[in-house]
């Protein structure tokens, strides 16, 4: 996606403005300054879907998300993305900022799913071409546009789409026939990397984070009227309490032939759904394995997992944990029975 420098320079001028300490170390007002009500500095999407008041993992974990050291994983300022260095003197780019590393920097999930792809030799189609963030993000997503979001899954909130360089698409069946149910993504991610088994107590006592990560699956749910492509994480709270969270999620781990049918339809995952009980996880001599491939989301259904406490460095699995606590974040909802049924009829040639 191009665009001109001027704009690119006036934006960077603007925030860099926004940001520069006030005389007599007046706090600046984010009425002054656009970027402190982005997603980017408030990090207010994980507090958001946190908090006990939206069903999220506060409702057992009884700790406030203030208490947890997460909202310190935010930009404070410009310098993060634009600050280099000239002949020894700071100074601001804005090509320093369109450099993918300094994207991935804090997006650890992105970095992983990259890591991946291109270990298995499946780069994402516009990466392996050598594409990089800000080719489909705009300043805006960056620098947010004024308004306080509360997750990035807002309408609103990201102008990225497959349709701004994708007008049209190739006339094939799979088109015609999901064009206006489903969005690129259900057919077009490849996989999604998910994080099991977040360790709470770890988090709280010395803030760090733990899990067991995930990859090789795509979770599917409804979003904003169509099914797209979804995650899912788990976590583990003392007293052995679990939580079970699914999300819709684009991962940047793109094709660009869509899935065949017989990927998605008559399964023996949906079989395993469609009799309302799914082992994603388990163990099979002191390893976690997985299921893989595509996984509908349906609210009803048994998704088994294995929990496991860390313990001195190691995972141990819980005996008797908890009934995980099922929540839905992200604006996603589960898809009907309906939706199911459709998924169980065999599609396509074999």
Known sequence: MKRTSSVVFFSLVFISFCLVATTNSEEIKKEECFFLSSLHHTAKGMAYWYDKANGGLETISGV???????QNCHIS??????????????????????????CLRCHKREASIMQIDKAENTPDVH???????????????????????????????????CENCHESVRASASHTIHRDKLDCESCHVRQVVSCSNCHFETLLKEGKRVAVPL???????????????????????????????????????????GRK??????TEIVNQVQKGKLSLTWLENGVVKQAK??????????????????????????????????????FGTPLSKEQLKKLAMPMGKK
């Open 64 to 70: 406030p998300y203030s208490n947890l050291g997460c």
């Open 77 to 102: 300022s410009c310098d993060a993305c634009h600050k280099i260095e000239e002949e020894g003197k700071p100074s601001y780019s804005a090509k320093a900022a369109r450099n993918q590393e300094v």
């Open 127 to 161: 990466f392996g071409r050598g594409m990089q963030c800000m080719d489909c993000h705009s300043e805006k997503d960056v620098h947010g546009d004024g308004t306080e979001y509360n997750s990035m899954k807002q309408r609103g909130v990201l102008g990225a789409k």
């Open 215 to 257: 990859s090789g699956w795509v979770f599917l749910m409804n979003y904003e009227g169509k099914v797209t492509s979804a995650n899912m994480q788990t976590f583990v709270v003392p007293g052995n309490k679990t939580f079970l969270m699914f999300a819709p999620q684009n991962s940047h781990s793109i094709t660009k032939e």
């Open 261 to 266: 049918c017989r990927e998605c339809h008559a």
């Open 293 to 330: 491939g595509v996984i509908p989301v349906v609210d009803g259904v048994t998704y088994d997992f294995v929990y496991q406490n860390y313990q001195n460095g190691k995972w141990v699995p819980i005996e008797n944990p908890q009934v995980p606590v099922l929540h839905y974040a992200g």
